[in-house]
């Protein structure tokens, strides 16, 4: 942490330390005593203040509390008594070069990404956000289908090792296969268990196809019929071989060591689990898939229009195709199309495609990820935040990160939305439940301290409460473009400014790649006066947050990133037309 401290009179920068252009309006300050023949009029007091927090989670940068993050905080603080003086504006301009690769990247990749460098410059990104306030319930649904199958594959290949764990390999099947052991519930606490004599003398031909049927009614069987992963129990199932295997020991088994039995019971038992679980599972789905199915030509309609012609029929009559592989017996003829592995495999890089696009579509109001062409625009005007950004993300990599989320990124915040900062008790409740781990949904970081929103429990901006009408301006610039070098001549606010060359492209979102540009970030702040009491107040209290992690991904059992389906999702909302105008505002 560090701080410079200057002192100004209005005509004259009088003050030591950061250099800064001091430009005032003619006439404003009225002259006071003299002394030594000089005016002097009530000063100007500027404190330079820059500070560095730690690396890590205290406070969170955001509810879910994904992202490690440093904050770095430029600010300025002015003290002045002078009447005179209605209002101040200062300018920042930064010039932030993020990593183009993680630092765990292959080593082709650092390698291209060096070339790439060396070739046409620094290759960075920005995206510029309004989130939304409310999360339509309508898309909840669609949602919690994609998050389900993808749950359902993650938990079929669980099932899967655990059938594998068994270790009932062929020299066991082999030797069990004349044993024809069955089981099968006929209801919760009740297994029929069945098998034949496996002798083989000629004598005894005939007892081959004779069964013997026993049952065992236990408190554990119901722990063979599961819809979740975590429901299964272990415990349960080595309990229940003992019994069944200690059941099965009276008969005289000839030619079938012990252990290979074991095994076998084992291996059954999983397969009842397996059989209920694909049975529950795929019933619980279909009535998921037929409301998503109803909803997309009615409450989906607003939302399916940002999306490619055909992609989200496409994902769902796949979905079906999984649903009925689910509903289909093992050993019975297959009735129409059944998804394969492969094509599953591809159906969750689309649902997880699917899902990151719809999440972005409805969390934010307006987006720009990432930023084409230069911009200017508002985070705060006059103290409100109607029809202003949000905030701002700016990372290096080629890879679009997540958002909401952002990793490895710079973010510049300045509102956070009624949800984060205000949640109901049902909208807390819901997204507790949607999200693991520890939430921190109306944390005091999150909320506004100007009064009036305060009060009301509004979202609001995230300024100084002492100086409560502020405009915030920013503009996004070609490095030493037409633009940077008009902001550096200009001391009005960036959306006033009048600029008639045509707008520089800054990004390129392609499938093969994406292409950024050395750009450089501008802020503008204009603090008046409210009251005729001394004039004062901090500027940029909210900083900047630099999170510097790999992008965490999406995961069911775990807590991580709740957002890192929206990883590599482009959005342009609302959609421009050519050519893009300088200043642009969320709704227009």
Not at 66 to 87: C, D, H, W
Not at 193 to 204: A, L, N, Q
Not at 465 to 493: H, M, R, V, Y
Request: proline share 5%; net charge negative; aromatic share 10%.
């Amino acid at each position: 942490m560090g701080y410079s401290v200057s002192v100004a009179n209005f005509a004259v920068y009088q003050g030591d330390g950061l250099l800064l252009d001091l430009v005032t309006k003619e006439g404003v300050i009225p002259a006071g005593k003299d002394k030594d023949g000089k005016p002097v009029d009530e000063p100007l007091y500027l404190f330079f203040i820059f500070l560095f927090a730690k690396y890590g989670n205290d406070p969170p940068h955001e509810f879910t509390g994904a992202l490690q993050a440093a904050r770095f905080t430029p600010a300025l603080r002015f003290e002045t008594m002078n009447p005179s003086v209605r209002s101040i504006r200062v300018h920042y301009r930064f010039h932030f070069q993020l990593d183009s690769y993680l630092e765990n990247a292959p080593a082709v990749a650092k390698l291209i990404k060096d070339v790439k460098e060396d070739l046409w410059g620094i290759e960075n990104y920005a995206s510029i956000i309004r989130d939304a306030d409310d999360f339509p319930s309508s898309v909840l649904p669609a949602i919690r289908l994609f998050k389900d199958i993808i749950g359902a594959g993650a938990e079929l290949k669980f099932f899967e090792s655990q059938l594998e764990a068994c270790n009932f390999e062929w020299t066991c099947r082999f030797e069990t296969a004349v044993l024809g052991l069955e089981l099968s519930q006929n209801n919760s606490n009740t297994l029929k268990i069945s098998f034949r004599d496996p002798r083989r003398s000629i004598k005894d031909a005939l007892k081959v196809f004779e069964k013997t049927v026993i049952s065992l009614t236990d408190a554990k069987v119901s722990a063979l019929s599961v819809i979740r992963r975590h429901e299964f129990s272990p415990a349960a199932i080595e309990e229940l071989t003992a019994k069944i295997f200690a059941a099965i020991e009276g008969n005289t088994l000839p030619g079938i060591s012990d252990d290979c039995l074991k095994r076998n019971i084992k291996y059954l038992l999983l397969q009842v689990v397996v059989g209920n679980y694909r049975l529950r599972k795929g019933e619980d789905l279909l009535k998921q898939l037929l409301t998503v199915a109803r909803a997309a030509k009615t409450d989906l309609a607003d939302i399916l229009k940002y999306l490619k012609p055909g992609e989200f029929e496409q994902v769902l009559a796949d979905i079906e195709a999984f649903v009925r592989a689910l509903l289909q017996e093992p050993f019975l003829p297959v009735i129409g199309p059944i998804i394969t592995l492969v094509q599953f495999k591809k159906l969750i890089e689309r649902i997880q495609k699917l899902a990151g696009r719809m999440i972005s579509i409805v969390a934010f109001d307006a987006a720009e990820k990432p930023v084409l062409y230069e911009i200017a625009g508002l985070f705060v005007q006059q103290g409100e935040v109607t029809n202003t950004w949000d905030n701002l993300h700016w990372w290096g990599t080629e890879q679009l990160p997540s958002a909401p989320g952002a990793f490895h990124a710079v973010h510049s915040h300045y509102r956070w939305t009624r949800l984060n900062a205000y949640p109901t008790a049902e909208e807390t409740s819901a997204l507790e439940m949607a999200i693991p781990g520890k939430l921190h949904l109306g944390a005091p970081q999150l909320r506004s301290l100007v009064k009036k929103f305060r009060d009301r429990g509004l979202s609001g901006p995230l300024i100084d409460p002492q100086i409560p009408k502020q405009t915030i301006s920013f503009a996004i610039a070609l490095n030493d473009g037409e633009l940077d070098k008009k902001l550096k001549e200009s001391n009005e606010s960036f959306e006033d400014v009048k600029f008639d060359g045509e707008l520089n492209k800054i990004a390129t979102v392609e499938e093969s790649e994406n292409s950024g540009k050395d750009i450089v970030y501008w802020l503008s702040c204009l603090a008046e006066r409210t009251q005729d009491v001394d004039f004062k107040g901090t500027l940029f209290v909210n900083g900047f947050y630099f999170t510097h992690d790999e992008e965490r991904p999406f995961s069911l059992f775990r807590t991580s990133n709740m957002f890192g389906l929206t990883q590599g999702v482009d959005l342009q909302k609302p959609q421009h037309e050519k050519p893009y105008r300088l200043f642009r505002r969320p709704f227009g």
